[in-house]
Each structure stands twice: as C-alpha cells, then as structure tokens.
C-alpha cells in the first residue's frame, strides 16, 4: 500500500467519528509516520518486540481550561503505518479496520481517557458492532 492510500485511510478512519464527537476535536493535527522513531520508543518503555500503532500527544481537553486559550501548539496524533500493516498481513480491509480503531483511541486519549478508560470503552464498542 502506497503512502497517499494509507494516508487516505486515516482521513476515512476519522470521518467515521461520530460528526457530534468530531466537531469537539480542536487543535489537533493528524500525522502518518512509517514507524515509532527511537525517540518514541524509549519514552512509552516499549520492549523490544512491542510497537504502536498510534500515539496522541498533547493536552486532553478535560486539561485544556487549565492551560487557557491562545498559544498552545496543536496535540499531535501520529498513526504509524508499517506497524499496522504488518499486524493485517498486507490485508487492505483489516489495515482499514486496524487504521479507524487506531483513531478512535488517539481521539479518546484527546478527550481525557486513560489507557485502561479507552481500552474498556473500546471494548464496549467492539460488542455493539
């Protein structure tokens, strides 16, 4: 899968966000990168044989009052491609699938959500599809 169709993935992975939870996504930009840098790796103690497929980073809106309005730099959601497509097996639909749930959880951990949060509400939204 080329870049661009990866990319655009990501674009139809976000518009399935629910239009009344999108509109509350402010100041965050959306990015692909191939793989977690070093960098990143270290900083979520990562093992070895453990990877991401996305990251948020930034000030979730239940902090957001606190740091004021103005100049703050957008939150950052970095999804990584090889990791997600590797995980699929080169399947276009399950990198699909694997690309929306990526982004509803960067998106969760924008609102607030913690990781054992987004993982049970992820959950609860697996067993209503």
Known sequence: MTTEEF????????????????EKVKNVAIFVE?????ETRKKQNL???QTLFGLYEGIPNTRRAHYGVGMTLP??????????ESAAEGDPEHIREIVRDTIWHEIAHH?????????????KRRLRQ
Not at 10 to 17: L, N, S
Not at 111 to 123: C, T
């Open 34 to 38: 191939d793989v977690p840098s070093l």
């Open 7 to 22: 990319e655009k993935l990501v674009e139809e992975g976000f518009a399935k966000i629910p239009e009344r939870l999108r």
């Open 47 to 49: 093992s070895r044989y």
């Open 111 to 123: 609102f607030g959500m913690d990781e054992p949060a987004v993982r049970a509400s992820e959950k």
């Open 75 to 84: 939150d950052r959601i970095t999804i990584f491609r090889q990791p997600i």
